[in-house]
């Protein structure tokens, strides 16, 4: 199992950035994958960015493409989402995974770690 720990939540203007980071531990080498996945209160949890492990590939959702990066530090086993030009409908919970079996997986199901969460708040 891989422990996965969030930070850099916190509110913002629109217009304005935030980083996001989580550090992994744990069971590591297994992972293929790592993502970003947010939730608003009574929507699905859905895929925001993810990253291959080894080759450093990324992919995003069309809604945050051109706005947010996710990049990694394998040395400190650290995935970190840059989000820039923020908008209020980016307003949620912003949850860090990781997948041992999927290497470009955009589902929940195919991710087997998850962070606690971080609460990002965008004002208009």
């Known amino acids: 199992q891989v422990q996965l720990v969030e930070s850099g939540g916190g509110l913002v203007q629109a217009g304005g950035s935030l980083r996001l980071s989580c550090a992994a531990s744990?069971?590591?080498?297994?992972?293929?994958?790592m993502g970003w996945f947010r939730q608003t209160p009574g929507k699905e949890r859905e895929f925001v960015a993810g990253?291959?492990?080894?080759?450093?590939?990324?992919y995003y959702a069309d809604s945050v493409k051109g706005r947010f990066t996710i990049s990694r530090d394998n040395a400190k086993n650290t995935v970190y989402l840059q989000m820039n030009s923020l908008k209020p409908e980016d307003t949620a919970v912003y949850y860090c995974?990781?997948?041992?079996?999927?290497?470009?997986?955009?589902?929940?199901?195919?991710?087997?770690?998850w962070g606690q969460g971080t609460q990002v708040t965008v004002s208009s």
């Open positions: 995974a990781a997948s041992r079996t999927r290497a470009s997986s955009t589902n929940t199901y195919e991710y087997d770690s």
């Open positions: 744990g069971r590591t080498f297994s992972t293929v994958a």
């Open positions: 990253i291959r492990w080894s080759s450093g590939m990324t």
